[in-house]
């Protein structure tokens, strides 16, 4: 397999039951990926990309990247090819996380415009890493892209793909000591097997800076007990509802998953059901589906998960 096809490292066996799942569900969304609704045109002179735009920028200014994202679906359908709105429709997608998607309009921006790829090379970069596609990604992510706003998004993106192919000697070699690249040089240690250098890394920081680290790795060295009792400390310390809760919630259903204790995963979905975040809301969503999958109750799995699929941004 190729390295820009590889799933992250060291992927958790309970991650193929999750495209399991995927398969279950998939009847529900075969075709609707790349569907756009029908539009009819007496003529493709009938849209002006460039009248689009001001609208569209406007949205996404104001934070509205879905309403600017289904703005740009009719011109699209006239002018597929336009390179400017696959920018836009490019830059909605990634605001929305559908980092395929994003990808998709992007690679289309730059074929029919080359020199794009010196603008929204970075971004087309931070989507393929989102999707695992590393090698492809890396020539994007290499040098400063046009806009100076996305360049601290553009190097924690390209110490994610250097992570991603597995060159952890250039992570703990080239990166500096500093609190934003700590979890990057607390992977790389992780994934070489060296787990008393990394906790060793992690000693004598703020718990605050440090317990998610802690958490992944007591998770994945299989010590659940102590996993556990962190994030009791950690559901302990913070308000229920604030966001730190609702991390520390998110961790409780990976754990409740990789522990087999499959009986959790009701009651805390049900907490997390009301989260502020929406990413919590969902995931809340998809594990119930996956607890149902992993007890063999496939009924209920397909129920759950088109119930994440329904109530979830495509």
């Known amino acids: 397999m190729e390295e820009s096809q590889k799933a992250a490292p060291r992927a ?3 991650l193929v039951a999750g495209l399991v799942l995927a398969a279950l ?15 009819t045109h007496a003529s493709p002179m009938d849209v002006d990309p460039v009248a689009w735009i001001k609208e569209i920028e406007d949205l996404m200014r104001a934070g509205r990247h879905a309403e600017a994202r289904d703005r740009l679906r009719e011109p699209l359908q006239v002018v597929p090819g336009d390179p400017l709105l696959n920018v836009r429709m490019g830059q909605c997608q990634m605001n929305l996380k559908a980092f395929d998607r994003a990808v998709f309009h992007l690679d289309a921006a730059i074929a029919s415009d080359p020199r794009l790829a010196s603008i929204v090379g970075v971004e087309l970069g931070m989507s393929l890493v989102n999707i695992g596609h590393a090698a492809r990604a890396l020539p994007f992510l290499e040098k400063p892209g046009a806009d100076p706003s996305l360049e601290k998004s ?61 958490l992944t790795q007591l998770r994945e060295e299989g010590d659940f007990a102590a996993a556990g009792r962190l994030i009791e400390e950690g559901l302990a310390a913070a308000p229920r509802g604030a966001h730190e809760w609702e991390r520390f919630k998110r961790a409780e259903l990976s754990l409740a998953v990789e522990s087999g204790t499959l009986e959790r995963i009701e009651p805390i979905a049900a907490d997390l059901a009301g989260a502020a975040a929406p990413q919590f809301r969902s995931e809340a969503m998809y594990f119930r589906a996956l607890g149902h999958l992993l007890a063999g109750r496939r009924d209920a799995a397909r129920t759950a998960a088109r119930e994440f699929l329904d109530k979830t941004d495509r």
């Open 154 to 214: 553009r190097s924690l993106a390209l110490v994610e793909c250097i992570l991603y192919l597995e060159r952890y000697d250039d992570v703990l070699r080239e990166l500096p000591d500093l609190p934003a690249f700590l979890w990057a040089r607390h992977r790389a240690l992780c994934y070489q097997g060296k787990g008393a250098e990394a906790a060793k890394l992690l000693e004598g920081r703020p718990p605050k800076e440090t317990a998610s680290h802690r």
């Open 12 to 14: 958790r066996p309970w």
């Open 25 to 39: 569900a998939g009847a529900a969304i075969v075709g609707m990926r790349d569907r756009e609704p029908d539009v």
